[in-house]
């Protein structure tokens, strides 16, 4: 009596299996999960996440349960580096993902590389990532045709990718580290921007002018752009607005003032209502930040998130995750202080009753 049983299940089983219809029974993300790689390393606090490869610009999302980290992925080479950022040389991406901030890190795999994007051609720098409506899209600047840096989208239907790069930048884009910020009313906004090798300066006309400068010490500091992502997350729904960042009694950060002006690395996140601007201050080495009541600002400087690390470049992201908020961040460490040789590390973030955050010390 059993074994028919067992024989009339097992007759079941194939004969369900062989009818159900062609590519319904994998879902993308299932399919995807197969090309994935334990890295074996267990996240530590303040020390590299992957000792196998370098990583910088760490951008952590929280994605179907999971952490995701989009990083830079840089190479290993010894070229000579320049204010312009030659050094930074990269070419493509990888997903990162971790169960719980104590489970081993998950390398996805190259997800995007330079050689597909039509109108890429080289120095895939710092990337973000979003989801809306059932789709992730990557964001990330490189250099078109002309060597100007502007900013393009991939998409895909899994957080892991691969993703699929639009055959065209995003109309309206310009300079570089695309931060994508999903607010509570499901409006979209874009965050760019970055000094020096990023070209920010060279766009103060609206046009990009090779010869553009930052403006003197006593004149305003150029600030971070921000624009409304359009419904299909494609392109910009209007033009950039410039972001005023002022100090507590509204006067206007100045170009002058290093260890406080933007350079580059903005990041936007949400804590209690209020929006939290914050940045690199470039050749001061701070994570500073900045508050205010509205998306797109004025923000009001407030402090320092992270003190320099080691290395030259610093950028970092911000994430709730299981009710803990982490800072994701890089340093060179790793390979010894090289600066265009980075690794991402997290750590936790701690805000004081009033708001503001507590520093933290690399
Ligand atoms: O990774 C290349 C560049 O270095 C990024 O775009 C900047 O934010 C800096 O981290």
């Known amino acids: 009596m059993k074994f028919r049983n067992f024989l009339l299940i097992a007759i079941l089983s194939w004969f369900m299996s062989a009818c159900a219809p062609v590519g319904t029974d994998?879902?993308?993300?299932?399919?995807?999960?197969?090309?994935t790689t334990p890295t074996g390393e267990t996240p530590m606090m303040k020390q590299p996440l992957i000792t196998t490869m370098y990583t910088a610009d760490p951008s952590a999302h929280v994605f179907e349960g999971k952490l995701y980290i989009y990083p830079s992925h840089d190479l290993d080479h010894d070229n000579?580096?320049?204010?312009?950022?030659?050094?930074?040389?990269?070419?493509?991406?990888?997903?990162?993902?971790?169960?719980?901030?104590?489970?081993?890190?998950?390398?996805?795999?190259?997800?995007?590389?330079?050689?597909d994007v039509p109108w890429a051609t080289k120095q895939m720098?710092?990337?973000?990532?979003?989801?809306?409506?059932?789709?992730?899209?990557?964001?990330?600047?490189?250099?078109?045709?002309?060597?100007?840096?502007?900013?393009?989208?991939?998409?895909?239907?899994?957080?892991?990718?691969p993703f699929t790069a639009?055959?065209?930048?995003?109309?309206g884009s310009f300079s570089i580290d695309p931060c994508v910020f999903v607010d509570d009313d499901g409006q979209v906004y874009m965050y760019f921007g970055g000094l020096w090798g990023g070209q920010l300066e060279k766009w103060q006309t609206g046009e990009f002018d090779p010869n553009g400068t930052e403006p003197v010490a006593t004149q305003?500091?150029?600030?971070?752009?921000?624009a409304k992502l359009s419904e299909d997350m494609l392109g910009f729904d209007g033009p950039a607005q410039e972001i005023s960042i002022t100090d507590e009694n509204?006067?206007?950060?100045?170009?002058?003032?290093?260890?406080?002006?933007?350079?580059?690395?903005?990041?936007?996140?949400?804590?209690?209502?209020?929006?939290?601007?914050?940045?690199?201050?470039?050749?001061?080495?701070?994570?500073?930040?900045?508050?205010?009541?509205?998306?797109?600002g004025p923000f009001v400087f407030r402090g320092y998130i992270l003190f320099p690390v080691i290395g030259w470049t610093t950028h970092h992201s911000i994430v709730e995750f299981d009710g803990k908020?982490?800072?994701?961040?890089?340093?060179?460490?790793?390979?010894?202080?090289?600066?265009?040789?980075?690794?991402?590390?997290?750590t936790e973030l701690f805000y004081n009753p009033d708001g503001t955050i507590k520093p933290i010390d690399p």
Not at 26 to 35: C, F, G, I, R, W
Not at 260 to 289: C, M, P, Q
Request: aromatic share 16%.
């Open 80 to 115: 000579p580096g320049t204010n312009d950022g030659d050094q930074f040389d990269m070419e493509d991406y990888h997903v990162f993902s971790m169960e719980s901030v104590q489970s081993p890190l998950v390398d996805h795999g190259e997800v995007l590389h330079v050689r």
């Open 166 to 171: 639009e055959p065209e930048y995003i109309q």
């Open 220 to 226: 305003a500091a150029l600030g971070p752009r921000v």
């Open 26 to 35: 994998v879902s993308p993300t299932e399919d995807l999960a197969q090309n």
């Open 325 to 346: 908020w982490y800072l994701f961040y890089h340093d060179s460490s790793l390979s010894g202080g090289v600066t265009h040789k980075r690794s991402m590390k997290f």
């Open 250 to 296: 509204g006067q206007p950060i100045t170009a002058g003032d290093r260890s406080r002006r933007f350079f580059e690395a903005s990041w936007v996140h949400k804590y209690n209502g209020v929006y939290y601007l914050s940045y690199s201050t470039g050749d001061t080495h701070y994570i500073a930040y900045a508050t205010s009541e509205s998306p797109t």
């Open 125 to 161: 720098w710092a990337p973000d990532a979003a989801f809306k409506d059932g789709a992730y899209y990557l964001y990330f600047p490189a250099r078109d045709k002309d060597h100007i840096f502007r900013i393009g989208v991939a998409t895909s239907k899994s957080p892991a990718g």
